[in-house]
Nanobody
Framework: QLQLVESGGGLVQPGGSLRLSCAAS????????IGWFRQAPGKEREGVSF????????NYADSVKGRFTISRDNAKNTVYLQMNSLKAEDTAVYYC???????????????WGQGTQVTVSS
């Protein structure tokens, strides 16, 4: 069983940066595609980015393209989401999840973390 734990969320001013981490245990993270999702109050959960199991392929939602960067260190069993130029509309609970296939369809992700809150406010 794969367990995922997110960390790195917090309160940041508009224009600031945060780096989220997704640490895995129970199984080797390198077998999995890892996606980052977010859910703002009153809104549906949406895909933000994913990275292939090898790290050779990444994809971003249009709303974060050019501002967010996903990366992974399989030796550390950890995936990161570097978030720069943060905006108020990035405020949400951010989740990492694991899948066996590339993509950002929520239904394809089998394992989920508990989420970490990101609040962008002055």
């Amino acid at each position: 069983q794969l367990q995922l734990v997110e960390s790195g969320g917090g309160l940041v001013q508009p224009g600031g940066s945060l780096r989220l981490s997704c640490a895995a245990s129970g199984r080797t993270l390198g077998y999995f595609v890892i996606g980052w999702f977010r859910q703002a109050p009153g809104k549906e959960r949406e895909g933000v980015s994913f990275i292939s199991s090898s790290g050779g392929s990444t994809n971003y939602a249009d709303s974060v393209k050019g501002r967010f960067t996903i990366s992974r260190d399989n030796a550390k069993n950890t995936v990161y989401l570097q978030m720069n130029s943060l905006k108020a509309e990035d405020t949400a609970v951010y989740y990492c999840a694991a899948s066996f296939a590339n993509g950002l369809a929520i239904s394809q992700y089998r394992y989920w973390g508990q989420g970490t809150q990101v609040t962008v406010s002055s």
